[in-house]
């Protein structure tokens, strides 16, 4: 193969690799990605996300993969287009742009703050601390503690709840701490780390012993929370009764049925059936579910909101839209 | 007040009804008598609707825009008000005939998750709901008289094509101007859909910690988001023009109802207190 030969088999290769990067960022291949996507995420409502989590598969990510790819391309086609034709004046061709260019933004940020972020819930009971520090989370700078000073509930005249409030304390070593309210629609936000009002309940702490007294199994576990015994057994506290001696009402199942059933005061043993063990709830606590999270992604997502918002409205209602009726008339 | 409201729904219910009928009647006869009635039953309608949000405004001492029934009722309104205003403008009530059997029909359905008043459970006291409810209101206001448009040109095509001459063609619109009023409702109503979103992330950030979940309302705003996002490029870079993009515009409205009604009903995730 001689030089020019060469040449012009470089030449081939570079046209083809044009001619496949036009049909790849061809408007029929991004229609098609978007029907695929809309189809998935159809399919994915259908199925519970127990049984199959469409939308973590890899699959749905490359698929969300190639749309971006897609998506930025034809953007920066446009952008192309709008410096070298004289459209640039124009704010319709910007809007068009600002879309394309704040979906690769939205789903950059979603993978940054996936990537860098954390989010985890605890159940936090009334009187006790909760550290948040390095070791368990990325991304923090000096250790902090919450600590959860009290939870109530507020309810209206009519008697539905009007709010779930945990009042939490801030401790910071050498500083001052400070007590701020958190409850549904007001995260506390502290150093970058957002803590959120998401569930309550009663933390109980339930022993299973043998027949001696000797403990066998421990765990803390709340109202409709079980815990699993040996020989396909489980013990579950339905519900806490308060009152002068707080008790709590469990069931016990074997084999996946109702096995024995009944109420025992908090601090005293009860055995659970013929030939078994015991079960003892030691103490009951209200506690706080909270929702701690960190997204260092969020600015960039909200950035792209709101140059999406922006774009369609310039894009969009570049005319007016009555002008055509009033054209008819 | 409760029985007041009911009442006054009832008998928008009823005006939206007759008003569907006199509209079909008016188009099918072509006796300007029946139109007038049609248009007079509109406004009725859209009178003792009006009423019956202010009632429930006062008797919740908040906007009505907690739950399906609360919601519908202003989302009809807005569709009524819509209407009035393209037919007012456009001195063309022939659309009636298609937007107020959607309304009558929505009424309906809307009526059957009727609550109580109550007050606002803790995951909707915040300021986002005014404005994520409001976009709703507009962008599938706006929607609901793309599909009725829609279908109005799918019918007059298919009269064409048949060869009739009769009420639909001397009272619809042409087809070229149906399908731009089409395309301008979805171009209209596109921005709002986004904002719908993106107020539903944010504030879905601040009560559940999360400005997207895949929650069965959030995937299913996106599916309708993109079928509008598909009819949007069809047009522009594929030169997608009536019958086509007329079903296009039917698909999307399909997806809003479904995203609007059928989530709630048959997928419930973190939006159902919405039913």
Redesign the interface.
Known sequence: MNEQDVIVQQTTYRKRFFQVLHIVTS??V??AL??L??GA??I???IS?QRYDI?HSIGFRLLLTLICGSTFICSMKQLAALCLSNKWRHLAPWGTFAVHTAIVLIVLG?LYGNVYGF?EEINLPVGKDYEINQEKYRGIGEPFTLHLENFETQY?A?G?????ISHIRIEHSGQNGFTQEV?????LIYQGV?I?Q?SFGMAIQTQYLDAAGKVLQEASLSEGRGMVLEGDMMILPVRYVGGLTPQIMYIVYKGGREYDWGAAPLGSSRFIGPQMGMVKFIEAQPFSGL?I?RDPG?PL??FG?LL??FG??AS??KKQ??R???K?? | MGALEKEFFNSAFVSYFLASCFNIGHLIWLKEKLGRWAIALTVIGFVVNTLALTSRTLQAGRIPFANMYEFGMAFVWGLIFFYLY?AY???NYSLGAFVLPVAFVLTGIFSSFYQEV??L???L??NWLLIHVITAVIAYGALAISFALAIMYLWRQRMEEAGEQGAVTSLL?SLA?LD??VN?CI??A??FL??LI?TG??WA????????R?D?KE??S??TW??Y??YL??RV??GWRGKKAMNWAVIGFITVLFTFIG?NVL?PGLHSYAL
């Open positions: 408007m029929k991004a229609m978007l029907m996507l809309a995420a159809m994915g409502t259908v996300p939308y979603a989010s209206y009519d539905t709840v009007s709010d779930w409850k549904v629609n007001h995260p957002s959120y998401s929702l999270k969020i997502v909200w909101f999406l918002a369609f409205f969009l209602y839209f009555w055509v009726i009033k008819d008339r | 393209i403008r456009y001195k109550r007050p459970m803790p995951a006291k915040s619109p101007i731009t009023l301008r171009h209209f596109v921005p986004t904002l993106v992330a944010v950030e601040y009560a559940w910690g999360s400005y997207w895949w069965p995937t299913w996106l599916i993109l079928i996002a598909m490029h069809g870079a594929l989530v997928l």
